[in-house]
């Protein structure tokens, strides 16, 4: 091993030798000496320089040139710093977790799924803060989505737990089949999911009941009669919740988004377009006289509105500040407004959720006479467990919807129990000396198809 004294005063280690045959001496440099470091420096670097010189001594003894593999080794040096940093550049483009779910919630929206605002909101302010926006998608595990879940059960919201689950579950999933499809635009990140961090963790409430809350009579009752108070709700909540219940109970969302293009007053039917509707399929409502009281209401405050602001009267009949109409939250928020009023005022009443209320009046109805069949047609229920009406019926059936409806609302209007009502109702449709006769509504199963032109149009929308 020899030093070399350089003009610029650097110090450098180096080792010399002549190849078996050759005349010239070959060199090789094997460190250098810090001018300026400690002495511990530079101790360190005499010992690494004669460590070294003695490997190449080594190299030599065994016929090995030190120059050729000193360059081997430096070539495999380079080899793996250049695929260290190819590495780091793939896990730069690997997705994040906020990419995760802005791409899933993309995606809902372009299948037109009504849930995606409530599950962009959960998957924001649940669990983006503990996940880290910025954090792989790829390197988030069980027990971080149980961190997550673990903030909500502490707020003793196991039900709402559920869903957030449920929610990530579908985005991690999603990430997977993105990776994996053939639809994935070239720009797209990749997310780098070999498995599913949501699969394994337990659901916080593992025997969650179907809803099973259905209001009595007398609770309906009361409900409607506040409902007739401009001050107990908010205008829109008010006439939403009016038009939800003299319709037949239909569902909040898909009523929430409605038209008033999707009304034809001259045929005397509100149509919910397919693309509007939980099972893909157009809805015909027959428009009875107390649809239309309701319609009307909401026009007159639409219109007063409209005129406050100087602007034309919007295309939904429930305007909301957003411009995407009143919203779900809303209705569940004025319940729960009035809910607490009625505890208040002495009169409680039992919690209750807006998606109760379908139940309620589906229930209501079935006492009232109204056969589960028609029912079920007017409520847009899938007949999941007949094939042929699943496949190949699209009559509207909108006689018997309309007979069901008007009944309903008479019943309403009465202000009588239901047992009364349908006693009463016999009576006035029994002959003078003959047993009072039932006045059953028809049954789609067996009714006629619906031959006008609305019914022909339902039916040409459901198979385009």
Partial sequence: ???????????????????????????????????????????????????????????????????????????????????????????????????????????????????????????????????????????????????????IVGRDARHYANRVRGYLNAAFRFGIEDDLGFDKAVDAPMFGLTHNPVRDVPRPLKNEKVGERALTEREFRRLWLALAEPKSFGIWSRLALRLILVAGGQRIQETLRAEWAHFDQEAGVWTMPKGTTKNARPHAIPITPAINAVLKEIKAHETLKAKEQERDAAHRLFPGGDGEGTRFRSINQALRRWIAKCAEEGEPIAHFVARDLRRSVKTLMGDLGIPKATRDQLMNHAQAADVSARHYDRAAYLPEKRAALDLWSSWIESKQSIAEFRRKRDEAAAKPGQAPAKKKIPSPKRAPREANAIGKKIRREATA
């Fill in 1 to 151: 091993m020899g030093v070399q004294v350089h003009p610029s005063g650097r110090v450098s280690f180096f080792v010399a030798w002549r190849a078996p045959g050759a005349s010239t001496v070959r060199t090789l440099t094997i460190g250098s000496f810090p001018q300026h470091g400690t002495t511990t420096d530079k101790e360190r670097a005499i010992k690494a320089a004669k460590d070294k010189a003695a490997a190449l001594r080594e190299e030599r003894r065994r016929g090995l040139d030190p120059v050729e593999q000193e360059t081997e080794r430096n070539a495999e040096a380079q080899r793996r710093e250049r695929e260290a940093a190819e590495a780091r550049a793939r896990d730069a483009a690997i997705g994040s977790v906020k990419m995760l779910f802005d791409a899933y919630v993309d995606s809902l929206k372009r299948r037109g799924a009504r849930s995606w605002p409530e599950i962009k909101r959960a998957l924001d302010k649940e669990a983006l803060p503990i996940l880290g926006a910025n954090t792989k998608a790829k390197d988030v595990g069980p027990l971080d989505v149980r961190a997550v879940l673990v903030e």
